[in-house]
């Protein structure tokens, strides 16, 4: 009796596992993109990193933290991406300063601001959310998008930025730009070769969840309120704070001449080339970018470098 008893229960218990499977997959085949955040969120929690929510004027802005010392620093993610943009960074950097990722508003687990989504929403609520932290003044880094909001944060409240980093940075419109908007299975496969600097044999269902992000409602807004007198050309000579640019060589989505011209319009910055990177360093190089960063918060730096990142 107790023999059959135990093989039911290994029964039930193999069925259990694969009901899971099954569940498991289809929801990874429904939403690929919705299935890997929470995989990252499930390592971060893992490895010790905290999450909360901070109220940032009536907004809820999801964040990650991790560190228990040191300067803070604020790590703003791209379009269409999430604060899980950073899970690789955040501990390498936890090391030697106190972490922060935020959604922004409308991406990842917080909602869309009433005001919509513009380069000046997201400044205004990056303010707030440091003021809802308690930090008068951070290091900032920024990847893409997240590097227009840092570079224009820095420009309005110089007094609150200690230092900046700008990991291929948007922010300047020059020909030989490929937005990373999808309308369809093909536009998506251009655009993630785009971002990762090779073709990438996706499968159908994840460049439908490609299509479907450049769909979300935050998104589609950037794009139709951007306005050209956004751009960072015209307030480049305004940045005060030390400045490190990052540049993957091989980012399809801005030319390289975008770096250069970051380098030559903010004063006394520093430009990095990483060569076999592209447009998401902190992914593809995380080890490279930490020692970067954590390098550069001791010393101020001028001039331009190549940092050889290889495979990490």
Same mark, same amino acid.
Request: some cysteine; glycine content about 10%; aromatic content about 8%.
């Given at each position: ?67 228990? *010392?040191?300067?803070? !620093?604020? &790590?703003?993610?791209?379009? $269409?991406? =999430?604060? /899980? #943009? ?73 007094? *609150?930025?200690?230092? !900046?980093? &700008?990991?291929?940075?948007? $922010?300047? =419109?020059? /020909? #030989? ?136």
């Amino acid at each position: 009796m107790a023999s059959r008893a135990k093989k039911a229960l290994l029964l039930t218990t193999g069925i259990a596992a694969l009901g899971g499977a099954v569940a498991l997959g289809v929801q990874a085949y429904r939403h690929p993109r919705e299935m890997m955040n929470r995989t990252l969120r499930t390592g971060l929690l893992a490895l010790g990193v905290r999450e909360g929510t901070c109220d940032a004027a009536g907004v809820p802005m999801r964040y990650y933290s991790a560190g228990r *010392r040191g300067s803070p !620093l604020v &790590l703003i993610h791209g379009l $269409g991406s =999430s604060a /899980e #943009s950073w899970t690789a960074l955040m501990p390498l950097l936890s090391r030697s300063y106190l972490v922060y990722a935020p959604d922004l508003p409308g991406f990842g687990q917080t909602p869309m601001a009433p005001e919509g989504a513009t380069i000046d929403t997201y400044v205004r609520y990056l303010e707030r959310f440091l003021d809802c932290l308690g930090y008068p003044r951070v290091v900032l880094a920024g990847n893409s998008l997240g590097g227009w909001i840092a570079a224009r944060f820095a420009v309005e409240h110089p007094e *609150r930025v200690e230092r !900046l980093y &700008l990991l291929n940075s948007a $922010g300047l =419109s020059r /020909e #030989s730009m490929n937005p990373p908007y999808a309308t369809d299975r093909e536009s998506a496969r251009r655009t993630m070769k785009h971002l990762w600097g090779y073709d990438l044999p996706l499968p159908g269902f994840v460049l439908d969840a490609v299509v479907r992000n450049s769909q979300s409602p935050a998104y589609k807004q950037f794009f139709q309120h951007y306005r050209p007198q956004d751009d960072l050309d015209s307030v480049l000579d305004q940045v005060q704070a030390p400045t490190t640019i990052i540049w993957g060589e091989r980012d399809g989505i801005f030319p390289i001449i975008c770096a250069r011209d970051l380098h030559a319009g903010i004063p006394g910055s520093e430009l990095i080339f990483l060569p076999r990177v592209a447009h998401m360093a902190q992914l593809q190089a995380p080890l490279t970018v930490a020692r970067i960063m954590l390098n550069g918060a001791q010393k101020p730096s001028v001039g331009l470098t190549s940092a050889s990142s290889g495979k990490e």
